[in-house]
């Protein structure tokens, strides 16, 4: 059995994630989930305390934002509306394809991040021959069950689940074929825990309309998310065993990953959600007294120069205060910049729903004290990593039970409410 320190430090990874997804909601789509999974993969590497790791913390990192952005094209929000309906088919069918959606989410996600722990000498990773079977499986698995069977899940919105599906399913193949058990690992155990923590926020969401409670549970699903998926992402990691890698990273080796961590993902993130007129609308809302275009402006602004600043200290930082060819990442140096990263992050979700101006969005602000207290504990945890293998059939019996949990989640869920607004009927 694991101890309490290792579970402990698993915590800490689901609240890192969580934090970080819980964010996400106010960007939404691949850019915003990227930017959180990157985030919560540097998480693991942090709690981990393994100084080889150390290394490839940016490329491990990187990893984890492709992964879990990936995911992001997937369109979920009729989904959810199933899930508030009050039949139980239909509640069980929005929770049950809520937790495929999560799966999904987690299975890329963790299986790109244990790709790049299971990536050594010994056993290289042939990351083109990757890219190209998973574009090749999403191709096939859309057009075959979407075009062909016409399988749709999200009618009449986007089915790229499927494509997600054909993507999860190749990165699987791939995996077990050559031998990364320690990936495939991550990612079951990532995915299971997504697609749990996809579903369960959604029962949280249905069961609170009648709570009488001001809050966005809307944010507690994407938090809930967040937290499994991050826990299974950990828990996967923390139970396989991992070959020693080197210490020392070729400055040239930061410089892509830096760029699209620091750069790339935060610009697109402000090119999509920081248009004037969502702004505008936003500050009208909240102050109308105030003019809107000149806050909406000098937001923008804030945001540019946050994200700018933040990219040039940290190739500052990596690329030329550290004067070596042969670098030695510590883990002082990637604590501070992941804090950086999720501070940034956490500033701009406060400009853009303007909760400088107002109290209004609450968890605004505790995603201020999550940072606290995961700064608090971050240093005070590591696991001890064991070997737990494979056992394709305690898998296949926990995947049943948490298909006969959600279908508990759906029973309770419908029992609670009369009809909602935006439920939908897929049946």
Excluded at 178 to 187: D, I, P
Excluded at 259 to 284: C, H, N, Y
Excluded at 311 to 319: C, E, N, P, V
Aim: glycine letters at 10%; charged letters at 10%.
């Amino acid at each position: 059995m694991m101890n309490q320190r290792s579970w402990l430090a698993m915590i800490v990874v689901g609240m890192s994630l969580a934090t970080a997804w819980a964010i996400r909601g106010q960007f939404g789509h691949e850019q915003g989930a990227a930017w959180a999974g990157g985030i919560g993969g540097l998480a693991v590497v942090l709690l981990a305390k393994r100084a080889d790791w150390y290394a490839k913390a940016l490329q491990l990192s990187l990893a984890s934002a492709i992964g879990w952005g990936v995911g992001g094209i997937i369109s979920y929000g009729m989904v959810v509306g199933y899930g508030h309906s009050s039949s139980f088919l239909n509640a069980y069918y929005g929770l049950g394809m809520l937790f495929v959606i999560g799966a999904l989410f987690g299975l890329i996600g963790g299986g790109m991040f244990g790709l790049v722990l299971s990536d050594n000498p010994e056993h290289r990773v042939s990351w083109s021959q990757v890219i190209v079977e998973m574009t090749t499986g999403a191709i096939i698995f859309y057009y075959f069950l979407i075009e062909q069977l016409g399988w749709l899940m999200t009618p009449p919105r986007s089915e790229a689940w499927a494509a997600c599906l054909g993507m999860a399913i190749a990165l699987f193949w791939y995996m077990l074929r050559n031998g990364h058990k320690g990936a495939l690992r991550v990612a079951i155990f990532a995915g299971l825990g997504a697609g749990f923590g996809f579903s369960f926020g959604n029962f949280i969401q249905v069961i609170s309309r009648e709570s009488g409670i001001q809050f966005n549970f809307w944010n507690v699903m994407e938090y809930s998310i967040g937290f499994f998926g991050g826990l299974g992402m950990a828990y996967g990691t923390f139970t396989t065993p991992w070959p020693q890698i080197t210490t020392k990273v070729d400055r040239s080796k930061l410089i892509v990953p830096l760029a699209i961590l620091v750069l790339i993902i935060p610009f697109l993130i402000w090119e999509q959600s920081f248009g004037s007129e969502r702004l505008s609308k936003m500050v009208t809302e909240l102050s109308p007294l105030t003019d809107a275009s000149a806050l909406a402006l000098k937001i923008q602004w804030m945001a540019a120069v946050l994200i700018l600043g933040s990219t040039a200290y940290w190739f500052y930082y990596f690329l030329i205060k550290k004067n070596k060819t042969d670098l030695h990442l510590k883990y002082e140096d990637l604590k501070i910049f992941f804090f950086s990263n999720l501070g940034v992050y956490t500033v701009l979700s406060i400009l853009i729903t303007g909760a400088f101006l107002s109290v209004y969005r609450i968890e605004q602000y505790l995603y201020i004290l999550n940072m606290m207290v995961i700064g608090f504990l971050i240093d005070r945890f590591y696991p001890d990593f064991s070997s737990r293998g494979f056992n394709w059939t305690r898998w296949a019996i926990n995947l049943i039970f948490i298909l006969v949990v959600i279908a508990l989640f759906a029973a309770v869920a419908i029992q609670t409410h009369d009809e909602l607004p935006n439920a939908h009927d897929r049946f």
